[in-house]
């Protein structure tokens, strides 16, 4: 008799997998409520005690209360912040990586998840134009990834350097960074040159003018772009950007968290050229190529150089670090800020494998087309305008004569409603409305809906 918390329960078994099939067959997802339904704190009062609960009363009480205060946000109708829109592939085979324990952290135990995990990011660096030989690791999230990232720019940039007090070295980024960049760079106490924008896009004239005014120009070492910004969907100029980073000899990181994914888009793969040029690149595989949370694809133009500053020394960790560079096995656990890890990557891999690629190209493409098409009838409306045109998949509109107070409560009734999930946004200091498209399901009907909704 083994200890009991380790017997399998085939009673409860049917119970979850029959709950995993209801949600994986709805269609649509249905939206729920978030803090619309709070959960009251009694509800959850004594739950954790000494002699444990029966467990199909507690996944009821999952099911009944808990569930339904969490916005789903692989619904068609949730169109905030980012959406996330996993394919029913990547969901399931997240099962599988959740019921095998699966350990994706080295080479020595999991060189199963490693190849195929490998075989999804070189397919990434490919399609971004990034050199054979680049890699990385998926981590938990852009966060993390850019933290990485900056962390072997900075260290990288120093060492390159000696004759700079280490303190002093700075990096270039545009006002319209991504807040994880600033806290990336708090973390690392590393300052920036902020460059003001020419209409919220980082240009190489752009990054030429603050260096040309700034006093220590000399002190900036890298330079961080973002391909498509997550409020309004612009791609800074990469190739510029780029191109100046490599005469100069700076560090270029691109965030592409968000938009990156567009290099998958056959009308605006154009923009992202200048990955090319990138020393380290991310896309989150959660957002827009349609991968559960939380997974984020790293790569580095030269992943020897990331893991020299990322790996993880400890004596206990040694066996995982013997023999030469040309006979490294790779440690995705040498090329973030993290160790242990599950194979994260393994669901996207799955679902790209079994999905085909095309899949994803027409997937990604439908976003765009459907902010395109959104913008078409907003330009026709009477109600509403444009703040800016379209960018990737994100529409910023203004509704006519309304104040912040009035984008709010629309924003609760349309989550009461159970129509969409939609919240305003601030643009160059006003409240306006935002739509980030994602989900290949979301329908035109959906947005006439949404854009009705906005007349009184
Ligand atoms: C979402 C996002 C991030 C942060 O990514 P997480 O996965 O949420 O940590 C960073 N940069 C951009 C441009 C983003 O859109």
């Known amino acids: 008799m083994g200890n009991e918390m380790f017997e399998f329960d085939a009673a409860l078994g049917d119970a979850v997998f029959a709950y995993c099939r209801e949600r994986l067959s709805m269609d649509p997802v249905p939206l729920d409520y978030g803090s619309l339904h709070p959960v009251a704190p009694e509800l959850m009062k004594g739950l954790i005690r ?18 339904p205060a969490v916005v789903s946000i692989d619904s068609p109708g949730f169109l905030a912040f980012i959406p996330n829109a996993p394919t029913k592939n ?24 490693v190849v195929a995990e490998n075989q999804a990011l070189e397919f990434i660096a490919d399609t971004a134009g990034m050199p054979a030989d680049s890699g990385g690791a998926f981590v938990s999230g852009g966060s993390i990834g850019n933290l990485s990232s900056l962390t072997v720019a900075r260290d990288v940039g120093r060492a390159k350097r000696p004759a700079l007090n280490p303190r002093d070295v700075r990096f270039a980024i545009s006002e319209d960074a991504h807040s994880s960049i600033g806290n990336a760079l708090h973390v690392l106490d590393v300052a920036t040159l902020t460059v003001a924008t020419d209409d919220h896009r980082f240009t190489r004239e752009s990054l030429e003018l603050a260096l040309a005014a700034d006093p220590h120009p000399e002190n900036v070492i890298g330079v961080v772009a973002t391909a498509g910004t997550t409020n309004a969907g612009i791609v800074d100029d990469l190739e510029g950007l780029g191109s100046f980073a490599r005469d100069n000899d700076l560090w270029f990181h691109i965030d592409g968290a968000y938009g990156g994914a567009a290099i998958f888009s056959s009308t605006h793969r154009h923009l992202f050229t200048g990955i090319r040029h990138a020393d380290s690149f991310i896309v989150d595989p959660h957002k827009w190529l349609f991968a559960p949370l939380d997974c984020c694809a790293l790569l ?4 020897t150089v990331a893991r020299k500053v990322l790996a993880q020394q400890a004596s206990y960790l040694d066996v995982l670090h013997e023999g030469t560079d040309e006979e490294y096995e790779w440690n995705p656990s040498d090329f973030g800020i993290h160790l242990s890890r599950r ?26 087309d459907l902010a395109q098409r959104t913008q078409e009838l907003i330009i026709e409306s009477d109600h509403l305008e444009m703040v800016r045109p379209s960018s990737l998949s994100i529409v910023l509109f203004r ?55 906005l007349r009184d």
């Open 300 to 303: 580095y133009r030269n992943p």
């Open 399 to 453: 509704r006519k004569g309304w104040s912040a107070e009035r984008y709010n409560e629309w924003s609760h009734e349309l989550l009461r409603s159970q129509i969409a999930f939609v919240t305003p946004t601030k643009w160059e200091g006003e409240t306006v409305g935002r739509i980030a498209f994602l989900h290949p399901n979301t329908t035109e009907a959906m947005v006439r809906e949404i854009l009705d909704s």
């Open 50 to 67: 000494p002699e444990g609960r029966n467990a199909k009363e507690v996944l009821e009480f999952f099911e009944e209360t808990l569930a």
């Open 90 to 113: 990547s969901l399931l085979f997240d099962m599988v990586v959740a019921c095998s324990g699966l350990n994706g952290t080295s080479w020595l135990e999991s060189s199963g998840v």
């Open 343 to 368: 194979a994260r990557g393994l669901p996207f891999w799955f679902s790209l494998v079994t999905n085909g690629t095309a899949a994803y190209e027409s997937a990604v493409q439908s976003a765009i």
